[in-house]
């Protein structure tokens, strides 16, 4: 069994580690095209947002089969996206990165970059994991109210905590360095939101376009 199986099992609270109750208003975005929503079984929450825009994956069948109607609903590892190059303008991740062994980060950070178009966003929505130090809590976990459409949605995300911390300055240092610019990086309470972006190259039938940053 997984540390990420075990947080699908009963455990008792008394090895939990509980942060206070964080609010998310998830607010609409423009996204052209079709939306790739990593980790996006549960309550889905993105797919609430944008419905039929939204392409939802996640590992783990069960978590999709409870996910509510309206996205595509595929079983695919991030690790490995089966997608070719330059397929999105717009990837998601909300709570899932907390979920991401520390040895498979840069590794969907940049699986992520390749199947963005160039001028493409990665949206992240996650949690502030401090480290565990000598915490004797061997499990790390969030209650969240995310609010969508004016809808209030009560759950709740946990991992094991060694080696899981994050925070928004951990994963802007990471994307940088995989070729991402930071558009905007924002901490409310104990939860963050980041927005990057990929510049490059795309290449049609022979003809190659720039996409140059362009500072204002």
């Known amino acids: 069994m997984s540390e990420d199986d075990q947080m699908h099992e009963h455990i008792s609270k008394d090895r939990i580690f509980f ?16 939306i790739l929503d990593i980790g ?32 595509l609903k595929l079983v695919m590892d991030a690790r490995n996206l089966q997608f070719l190059d330059n397929t999105f303008d717009t990837t998601t991740s909300f709570f899932t990165l907390m979920y991401v062994e520390k040895a498979n980060r ?58 899981r911390e994050q925070d928004v300055s951990y994963y802007a240092d990471l994307a940088e360095k995989i070729g991402f610019d930071v558009l905007s990086k924002e901490e409310h309470d104990q939860t963050y939101f980041l927005k990057l972006k990929k510049w490059g190259k795309l290449s049609i039938k022979g003809l190659t376009k720039n996409y140059i940053k362009i500072d204002e």
Do not use: S
């Not at 942060?19 to 079709?34: E, M, N, R, S």
């Not at 797919?47 to 309206?70: F, H, Q, S, Y």
């Not at 966003?121 to 949690?127: N, Q, R, T």
């Not at 994991?129 to 709740?156: M, Q, S, Y």
């Open 19 to 34: 942060i206070d109750q964080q609010k998310v208003v998830l607010h609409d975005f423009d996204a052209p095209g079709y």
């Open 40 to 71: 996006g079984g549960g309550e889905g929450v993105i797919g609430k947002l944008k419905c039929m825009r939204v392409i939802a994956i996640d590992t783990r069948k069960e978590e999709l089969e409870g996910t509510p109607e309206g996205p």
């Open 106 to 163: 840069e590794k969907i950070l940049r699986e992520v970059y390749r199947v963005l178009k160039p001028n493409g966003e990665f949206l992240i929505w996650d949690v502030v994991i401090p480290p565990r130090d000598d915490n004797p809590k061997e499990f790390f976990a969030v209650r969240l109210v995310v609010v969508v459409h004016g809808e209030e949605i009560e759950t709740g995300y946990g991992v094991p905590w060694k080696d």
